[in-house]
């Protein structure tokens, strides 16, 4: 595909519901957290929601991804349930994991979610076999690896865009440059492009704002199709920006230490992607202002039912984990 995406209202109008669910649910999260309300630590993903969505919105229901510690976005562009979801980071019976996994092990397999991960760089090879799958059996299937600036730096990504290369796999690589690994700005730890390191391998890598939407989509589009035709794997690294600490309980142990200025932040804030799409569509006539305030409500009243379900929830069951992590035998 060589000409840039054409989306219609409705697809455009639906980017904009996807990014304002999974900024409400992490806004509600990073409330409940602050409250103490939750039983873990959450990554939340404020500020790169058109990563997750620009992505997934070119993606099947049989088309995999991969996540991260910090996958609550992911989890929710590939349509996994919010109720279920929250439920789980709650830590709940109810929840998509049945309250085992928490915020870093939130997946759906019938959605293709195959799991955010705690292990950083975990996910890369989960695709890649995902990836064979599908070239073996032929099932037409794409997978998409999420995955951090950080994690560009672990070994497995090396041999995963070895492999998925020589093998020719269909699958995407998608680094969401946020600028920091935990509390390390990437720059001091990371030497030339990461987008470099996938050309090496001879895939085709783009850069893209991954602040807006319509880039991602449209830099998705071109990859997924790549992959799915049978040409292998390609590489898209999204510069974009985490607006909140690393996880929710950082200021208690920095213990007054800083590794960012407020600036710096301030200045990402003025590129915030959901914003700049809600201009998009304004300026564009897709949508009228009142229309994109009943979105919004609309999704408000989801992410208030959400956490409903999860407060009614009973506490996950410790007895489970015989169930659901061990097959047919006690350790
Ligand atoms: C193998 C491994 N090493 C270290 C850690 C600790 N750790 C958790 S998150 C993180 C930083 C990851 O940075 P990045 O991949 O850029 O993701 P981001 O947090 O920016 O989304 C580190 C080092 C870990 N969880 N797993």
């Keep these: 595909m060589t000409e840039p995406q054409k989306l219609t209202n409705d697809q455009l109008l639906s980017l904009f519901e996807r990014m304002t669910l999974i900024r409400l649910m992490e806004e509600r999260l990073r409330a409940d957290a602050a409250a103490g309300k939750l039983p873990g630590a959450v990554h939340l993903y404020i500020g790169q929601e058109a990563v997750a969505v620009g992505v997934c919105a070119n993606l099947r229901d049989t088309d995999w991804i991969t996540s991260t510690h910090r996958g609550h976005g992911h989890f929710l ?5 919010p109720k279920a979801m929250m439920a789980e980071i709650w830590g709940k019976r109810t929840g998509i994991c049945k309250g085992m996994g928490g915020s ?22 989960i695709a890649t076999g995902a990836a064979l ?22 070994g497995v990504f090396m041999e ?26 990437t720059v001091t730890v990371t030497s030339g492009e990461i987008a470099d390191r996938a050309k090496a391998f001879k895939i085709p890598a783009e850069i893209v704002d991954g602040n807006d939407a319509l880039a991602v989509s449209n830099a998705a589009a071109k990859a997924i199709e790549w992959a799915r035709s049978g040409k ?9 920006y985490r607006i909140q600490g690393h996880l929710e309980s950082e200021d208690l142990f920095l213990s007054g230490g800083k590794y960012r200025e407020i600036q710096e932040i301030d200045e990402w804030r ?21 229309r994109l305030d009943e979105v919004s409500a609309k999704i408000a009243r989801t992410v208030e039912d959400a956490v409903r379900f ?9 007895e489970l984990t015989f169930d659901v992590m061990f097959s047919g035998q006690k350790p």
């Design 77 to 81: 562009a590939k349509g996994g349930d």
């Design 104 to 125: 870093m092990h939130v997946a759906d397999l019938s959605k293709g979610i195959l799991g955010a991960n705690g292990i950083v760089g975990g996910g890369f090879a």
């Design 160 to 185: 995963c865009l070895n492999v998925s290369s020589l093998w020719q796999l269909p699958l995407v690589f998608v680094c969401e440059y946020n600028h920091f690994c935990e509390f390390t700005p």
């Design 270 to 290: 003025k590129r915030d992607p959901i914003a700049r799409l809600r201009e998009h569509l304004l300026s564009a006539n897709v949508a009228t202002a009142s």
């Design 232 to 240: 292998g794997p390609a590489f898209i690294e999204a510069r974009t």
């Design 310 to 318: 999860a407060e009614a929830g009973e506490p996950a069951d410790p």
């Design 133 to 154: 799958t599908a070239k073996l059996s032929g099932n037409g299937r794409v997978a998409v690896a999420f995955f951090g600036d950080g994690a560009a730096n672990q």
